[in-house]
């Protein structure tokens, strides 16, 4: 690949899998969770959307910018147990047994660094989207910046030649 977004994908989609097997179904945000009149969606759960979202660009010199943006995360579980105060221990724990998993991807993306110029991760917000399906989904947010040298100025210097006499140096 030779797209940054691609790369930062492929990594996160990688880093997710290797730290996080309670997630069981890792993709590009595109609109999967969408209320709909059906309440079906096209993924298992728990899953996660990822989208590379508002990013600026800076630049620096020779062509070469610096990439600043958003990481969103959209976490989707069907929710199936209540809460609320009259519920079982056991029935409350499977409740807001998205809370625990929601951590375990936040230690597996807080400070990492996927490397290939990519910064680390930085959590900025934690949302819910309050619907009216059957679905309980998690936003998080991540800063992350990198410096892209795809279009950096070639330069090209051709070597010099240097004939030195050692007889006309002097000390």
Same mark, same amino acid.
């Given at each position: 690949?030779?797209?940054?977004? @691609?790369? *930062?994908?492929?990594?996160?989609?990688?880093?997710?899998? =290797?730290?996080?097997?309670?997630?069981? /179904?890792?993709?590009?945000? *595109?609109?999967?969770? %969408? #209320?709909? +009149?059906?309440?079906?969606? +096209?993924?298992?759960?728990?899953?996660?959307?990822?989208?590379? !979202? /508002?990013?600026?660009?800076? =630049?620096?010199?020779?062509?070469?910018?610096?990439?600043?943006?958003?990481?969103?995360?959209?976490?989707?579980?069907?929710? /199936?147990?209540?809460?609320?105060? @009259?519920?079982?221990?056991?029935?409350?724990?499977?409740?807001?047994?998205? &809370?625990?998993?929601?951590?375990? *991807?936040?230690?597996?993306?807080?400070?990492?660094? #996927?490397? !290939? $110029?990519?910064?680390?991760?930085?959590?900025?917000?934690?949302?819910?989207?309050?619907?009216?399906? @059957?679905?309980?989904? %998690?936003?998080?947010? &991540?800063?992350? $910046?990198?410096? !892209? &040298?795809?279009?950096?100025?070639?330069?090209?210097?051709? +070597? @010099?030649?240097?004939?030195?006499?050692?007889?006309?140096?002097?000390?």
């Amino acid at each position: 690949m030779n797209s940054a977004f @691609a790369n *930062l994908f492929l990594l996160l989609q990688q880093r997710i899998l =290797d730290q996080v097997p309670g997630i069981v /179904y890792i993709d590009q945000d *595109l609109g999967q969770l %969408r #209320p709909n +009149p059906d309440d079906t969606f +096209p993924v298992s759960f728990p899953c996660l959307l990822i989208d590379l !979202d /508002y990013f600026t660009f800076k =630049d620096l010199s020779e062509n070469v910018q610096t990439a600043t943006g958003t990481i969103v995360f959209k976490l989707g579980f069907s929710t /199936y147990s209540s809460s609320n105060q @009259a519920a079982s221990e056991e029935t409350k724990e499977a409740a807001l047994a998205f &809370y625990n998993l929601e951590w375990e *991807l936040h230690k597996a993306l807080q400070g990492w660094d #996927p490397g !290939d $110029s990519f910064g680390h991760l930085n959590r900025t917000t934690t949302t819910s989207q309050h619907r009216s399906d @059957a679905l309980r989904v %998690r936003e998080l947010r &991540y800063t992350i $910046s990198f410096d !892209d &040298y795809s279009t950096k100025n070639e330069v090209f210097t051709a +070597p @010099a030649e240097l004939d030195v006499d050692p007889q006309v140096i002097t000390i």
